[in-house]
């Protein structure tokens, strides 16, 4: 092929009707709803003096599990990381036992006479 040549009208249909045979190859045809779980929901309430009364409605258990199932940490979903990124932190166990008697690592808050003095002078101000 020197150069590009000009395709004629059957060239051009035959490319046509393999494109349409992998795109309805491809479809898939959705017949059942669901809400996405992974996005917010915000439930309006009534207006204040509306005298309808509240609509009740029956709890879905597998929208809840799966609503549920998305709001979960990544390391419960899986087992393993999923991408390079989460190989970060994904066994987040402190690597020393806390200890709450280590004052190295806790710093309590300490009153002195100074600190009480000017706590009692703010509170007085206000």
Do not use: C
Request: without cysteine; proline residues 7%; aromatic residues 8%.
């Amino acid at each position: 092929m020197a150069g590009k040549e000009k395709l004629d009208l059957v060239h051009q249909n035959q490319i046509h009707v393999e494109t349409i045979k992998k795109e309805q190859r491809l479809q898939k045809l959705h017949t059942e709803f669901s809400i996405n779980p992974y996005r917010k929901l915000h439930i309006l309430p009534d207006k204040p003096m509306s005298r309808k009364p509240t609509e009740v409605i029956e709890e879905n258990l597998d929208f809840l599990k799966a609503f549920h199932k998305a709001r979960e940490e990544p390391t419960k979903k899986y087992s393993k990381p999923l991408t390079e990124s989460q190989e970060i932190g994904w066994l987040s166990t402190p690597l020393i036992p806390p200890n709450r008697h280590d004052t190295r690592l806790n710093f309590y808050r300490f009153s002195m006479d100074v600190t009480k003095h000017q706590e009692f002078a703010q509170k007085a101000s206000n």
